[in-house]
C-alpha cells in the first residue's frame, strides 16, 4: 500500500499540463500524472494577448496571428476565403515584409512577397492553402529554407487536429536545421512538435540549443515548462528564474516557479512566490487557486477558504477551484458545504469524474446512498478507452459502490451483531486495500439497495438529550487533541467527534472490562479481548470516511497474508519532499549513520574509521548515497537499513522493525523510502507480544478499580503506550493505524483515571514516534510528555453509554452529521 505524499496526496486531481504560451506558430499540451491541477500550465499561443500583456513583447518577433474572418467547414460562402480576402491577405503580407518578420529572406523580393503571403495564410489558420502555397514555391527551389521553414509550421499547426501532420512537421523542420542549424527559432518550432509527441528529452536537447543560441525570457520559460512536466523542478525553477529576471512582468513564469516549490513540499516559498505573482496580476485566478492549495497542504483551512474564495468571486465558474474547494470542503469534514461544490462543478462540467465521485463520496458519507450511489454508477460508466490510462476515480468506484451497498444494508443493524472485516469477501478487501483494478474472479455483488431502508436523515442536536449533547462536546474536544499540527494534515471536524466517541467509548469499555463486565462484540457476549479495543475505534474510523478501506491485514486471505503487504511511505522521490514526514529526517539519518557504523564495525573493522569521517560530513539524506558508493564497493544504486524492535515479553529477543531504503544514481534522482511488511510471521510475533501486554494490562486495570495509589494508574499508563507501541511498529490495518491506536492510547488511559490535556506537539505523528524509538520505554516518556495527565473528571463516568446511544450506523451516520458548532463551548 502507498501512502500518498502531501504535496502530491493529497488528494487532487491527475491532469493535463499543456505548454506555456509559446508565442509561435503553435501551442500544444503533454499528458502528465502529476497531481496537482489539471491544466495548470494549459495556455494557448498568442491569440489571447489581451489577457496577457506581459506577453506582447515576446510575441512581437512571432509568426503573425490573425483573425481569420471564417471558420473552415462554416457557412458556404466562406469558402472561397482566399479569393474574397485577396486584398487583405497581400495587405498583410506587406505589412509581415516592412516588420521584416519573415525567416530566412532572400535577396529575391517577389519570392519574398510570396514567402510572407504563406506565413500570413498561416496566421490566419488556413494551413491547407498555406502548405499548397509553400509546396508550388518548392517546386521552382526545392531548398528555399523559408518555405520548408513555413510548410513544416503548417504541418505542425496541422498536427493539433491529427498527429500525422507531426511527422511531416518535423521531416520539414529537420531539413532547415541541416541547412541553417544556428536558428535558435527552429530548435524552439521543432521542441514544440516533439513535446506532445512525448518525445520530451529531445524537445529538452532542442530548447538548450537553442539558449545557447540565442537565450530569451520565452525559451527559459520554454524549457521550464518541459522540465516542470519531467519532474525535474530544481532546474524548472532555476530556468523560471532566468526567465524572471530578463523579463521581470510575467505573473504566469512566477506562478510556475512557485509550483516548482509546490511540488518538491517547500510550501512556505510556494506561498511567496504565488503571492508575487498576485502582486504582478492581481485578478490571477491561478495563483489564488494555487495559493489556496498550497494553505490546504500546510492545513491552515481559513486561509485556502480565503484564496479559493477570491479566485472564485474573479470567475464563479472557474472549475479548478470548485473541484479543489469542495475536495477540501470533504477533508475538512464540511460534507454538505462540500456538495454544494460538487454539484456546481457538474452543473458546469458533467463528465468531471472527480467531482462525480466526490459527489457520490460525500451523499454515501452522510448516509444518503440513492444518491450517491446513482453518482457513483455515473463514474462507472465512463470507461476508459482502449489503451487509455484509467483515471483513480474509475479505479476506486467500483470498491466504493460495493462497500456503500454492504453499508445502507446494515444501515439498522447493531454494529455489535456484524464484522465488516469476515462479512466482505477476500479478495474484494485485498484488492481494494492495495488499490487494485476491480477485477475479482467470481465476485457476487453486494444487494442492491432495498426500498424499506430509507436514508439517513438529518438531525437536529437540539433532539438529543442534554446528556448525549454533553457526549458529542466532549468528543468534539478529546478528537481536536488528536489533530497532527504538521503541514499535510487537514484538521478534520468529522475525523474529530468520531474518534473522540471512540475514546470515551474505549474508555467506557475499558472500565467494564476491569469491573469483570463482559461486552457484546460480532454477536457474542464475552470478556474484551486486545482486538475488541481497537475495533471500538476502528468502526468510527471506517464510517468517519468510507473511501478508505480500514482494514485488518491479517483478516486478509491467506495466499495473500502469505505474500506479505507493504506499507510503503515514500520520504524523498526524486526532487518531492514528503512534507509530512520532514521532522524526522534528521533522526532518520541519525539511525542510518549508526547502524552503517555497526555493519563495518563487525565486517569492516579496518575500514570503520574511514568510514566514521566521511558519516560526518553528510548532514543531508540526499549526501548518503555518494558517500556510502565511495566507501562500499557493494553500494551501486542503493541500500537498505531495517530497524529492529525489542521485545518485552522475551528480553534479549528482537523482531523485524521497518526498512529503509535509499536508492539512485545521483542527487535529485534518489527514493527515499520507508516501508513495513505485514507477513504472516511477523503479524504473529508482534500479536503475541500485544496479547502479552493486554493480558498483564487488564490484571493490572482490575487491580487499578481497587486501589488508590498512584503509581499503579503510572503502571497502567505505561503499559497501554507500550502495548500501543507494538501495535503502531506492526502497522497492523489498511488505513487508520496511527488516529486508531491513539484514540485508544487516550480512552485507555482515561479508563485509567487520567485525562489527556495536551496536544500532539509539532511536526510529531504518533506512528513514527513508535516507529522511530528504539524501546517500549521511550515511547512511553516520549508520549507522556506531550500528553500532560491529569486526574480525571468524575463527571466523565456519568457520561451515556456511547454503544447504547449510537448503536447502528444510521446513529452513527446521523451524530457525526450533527452540526454542534454554535452549541458546544470552544475549548483552546
Known amino acids: 500500500m502507498q501512502r500518498n505524499m502531501a504535496p502530491g496526496s493529497r488528494a487532487v486531481v491527475a491532469g493535463v499540463l499543456a505548454l506555456l504560451c509559446l508565442c509561435r506558430a503553435t501551442s500544444s499540451s503533454e499528458a502528465s500524472s502529476l497531481t496537482l491541477f489539471d491544466s495548470e500550465l494549459s495556455r494557448p499561443g498568442c491569440g489571447s494577448l489581451s489577457d496577457w500583456d506581459e506577453y506582447a513583447a515576446d510575441c512581437e518577433s512571432s509568426v503573425l496571428q490573425l483573425e481569420p474572418d471564417c471558420e473552415e467547414g462554416g457557412d458556404p460562402s466562406c469558402e472561397s476565403t482566399f479569393a474574397l480576402n485577396a486584398e487583405k491577405i497581400l495587405n498583410q503580407a506587406k505589412l509581415f515584409i516592412e516588420q521584416k518578420k519573415i525567416p530566412f529572406p532572400v535577396d529575391n523580393q517577389n519570392i519574398n512577397e510570396e514567402l510572407a503571403i504563406g506565413y500570413v495564410l498561416i496566421g490566419n489558420g488556413l494551413y491547407d492553402e498555406a502548405v499548397k502555397h509553400f509546396s508550388l514555391l518548392l517546386q521552382g527551389d526545392p531548398e528555399l529554407v523559408s518555405a520548408i521553414y513555413g510548410r513544416g509550421i503548417a504541418y505542425g499547426k496541422k498536427s493539433l487536429q491529427d498527429i500525422k501532420n507531426a511527422d511531416l512537421a518535423l521531416y520539414e523542420l529537420n531539413r532547415v536545421i541541416t541547412l541553417e542549424p544556428n536558428w535558435p527559432e527552429v530548435y524552439e518550432q521543432r521542441a514544440e512538435i516533439l513535446s506532445p509527441l512525448g518525445r520530451i528529452s529531445e524537445a529538452l536537447a532542442d530548447l538548450s540549443r537553442a539558449v545557447q543560441l540565442q537565450p530569451s525570457a520565452r525559451l527559459y520559460r520554454h524549457r521550464g515548462t518541459l522540465l516542470f512536466i519531467s519532474e525535474d523542478y530544481v532546474a524548472a525553477m532555476e530556468d523560471f528564474q532566468q526567465s524572471l529576471e530578463l523579463k521581470k512582468n510575467q505573473p504566469i513564469a512566477m506562478l510556475y516557479k512557485g509550483l516548482t516549490f509546490f511540488h518538491r513540499g517547500l510550501l512556505k516559498e510556494a506561498i511567496e512566490t ?43 465558474n472557474h472549475i479548478q477551484s470548485l473541484q479543489l474547494r469542495g475536495m477540501m470542503l470533504y477533508h475538512h469534514g464540511s460534507l454538505q458545504e462540500a456538495i454544494g461544490n460538487f454539484k456546481r462543478c457538474l452543473q458546469l462540467e458533467p463528465y468531471n469524474e472527480v467531482c462525480q465521485y466526490m459527489k457520490g463520496l460525500s451523499h454515501v458519507a452522510m448516509g444518503q446512498f440513492y444518491e450517491g450511489i446513482k453518482a457513483q454508477t455515473k463514474v462507472m460508466l465512463n470507461a476508459p478507452l482502449l489503451g487509455q490510462k484509467a483515471s483513480s476515480e474509475y479505479l476506486k468506484v467500483k470498491y466504493l459502490r460495493e462497500y456503500s451497498r454492504y453499508l445502507h444494508s446494515h444501515l439498522d443493524v447493531p454494529v ?27 465476485y457476487e455483488e453486494q444487494p442492491g439497495l432495498q426500498p424499506h431502508i430509507k436514508d439517513v436523515l438529518p438531525q437536529n442536536f437540539d433532539s438529543y438529550s442534554s446528556e448525549v449533547q454533553k457526549l458529542i462536546c466532549t468528543a468534539d474536544h478529546l478528537g481536536a487533541l488528536m489533530q497532527y499540527d504538521t503541514p499535510g494534515f487537514l484538521p478534520n471536524a468529522r475525523i474529530h467527534r468520531a474518534m473522540g466517541l471512540a475514546t470515551v467509548e474505549v474508555m467506557q469499555a475499558m472500565h467494564r472490562t476491569w469491573s469483570n463486565s463482559k461486552v457484546r462484540v460480532n454477536g457474542k457476549t464475552r470478556q474484551m479481548q486486545w482486538r475488541d479495543m481497537f475495533d471500538i475505534a476502528v468502526k468510527w474510523r471506517r464510517i468517519a470516511d468510507p473511501d478508505q478501506p480500514v482494514l485488518w491485514l491479517d483478516q486478509m486471505p491467506a495466499r495473500s497474508l502469505s505474500r506479505g503487504f507493504n506499507n510503503h511511505i515514500n520520504l524523498i522521490r526524486g526532487q518531492i519532499i514528503n512534507i509530512r514526514y520532514l521532522a524526522y529526517f534528521d533522526s532518520i539519518l541519525d539511525f542510518i549513520k549508526d547502524r552503517i557504523l555497526v555493519y563495518h564495525g563487525a565486517y569492516n573493522p579496518r575500514g570503520l574509521l574511514e568510514v566514521r569521517q566521511a558519516l560526518e560530513n553528510v548532514n543531508k539524506v540526499e549526501d548518503l548515497l555518494p558517500i556510502m558508493k565511495q566507501v562500499n564497493s557493494k553500494t551501486r544504486d542503493g541500500f537498505t537499513v531495517n530497524s529492529k524492535v525489542p521485545s518485552m515479553k522475551d528480553p534479549g529477543k528482537e523482531y523485524d522493525g521497518f526498512t529503509i531504503t535509499i536508492t539512485g544514481d545521483r542527487v535529485g534522482n534518489m527514493l527515499f523510502s520507508v516501508e513495513t511488511q505485514t507477513t504472516e510471521e511477523r503479524t504473529q510475533q508482534y500479536q503475541s507480544e500485544v496479547e502479552s501486554i493486554y493480558k498483564d494490562l487488564t490484571a493490572k486495570g482490575k487491580a487499578l478499580m481497587l486501589s488508590t495509589e498512584l503509581g499503579d494508574a503510572d503502571a497502567v499508563c505505561n503499559l497501554i503506550l507500550s502495548l500501543v507501541y507494538y501495535f503502531c511498529n506492526l502497522m497492523p490495518l489498511s488505513r487508520g493505524s496511527s488516529v486508531v491506536a491513539y484514540a485508544v492510547v487516550m480512552g485507555a488511559v482515561m479508563a485509567s483515571g487520567k485525562e489527556v490535556m495536551g496536544r500532539i506537539p509539532k511536526g510529531k505523528l504518533v506512528d513514527f514516534e513508535a516507529m522511530t524509538t528504539p524501546s517500549p520505554d521511550g515511547f512511553s516518556k516520549m508520549a507522556k510528555s506531550w500528553m500532560n495527565l491529569k486526574s480525571l473528571p468524575s463527571w466523565y463516568q456519568s457520561l451515556p453509554s456511547v454503544a447504547e446511544a449510537f448503536p447502528s450506523t444510521r446513529t452513527m451516520i446521523e451524530v457525526l452529521n450533527t452540526d454542534s458548532s454554535s452549541h458546544c463551548p470552544k475549548k483552546s
Not at 495563483?287 to 492549495?293: E, R
Not at 490546504?296 to 477558504?305: P, T, Y
Not at 455489535?416 to 474472479?441: R, S
Open 274 to 316: 504565488f503571492r508575487e505573482a498576485l502582486k504582478l496580476k492581481s485578478d490571477f485566478i491561478d495563483a489564488y487557486k494555487s495559493l489556496g492549495q498550497a494553505y490546504r497542504e500546510l492545513g491552515d483551512f481559513e486561509s485556502a477558504m480565503e484564496s479559493f474564495q477570491k479566485a472564485l468571486l474573479l470567475d464563479q
Open 416 to 442: 455489535a451483531e456484524y464484522n465488516v472485516d469476515q462479512d466482505l469477501p477476500g479478495n474484494f478487501k485485498n484488492h481494494w486495500a492495495k488499490n487494485l483494478p476491480f477485477l475479482i474472479e467470481d
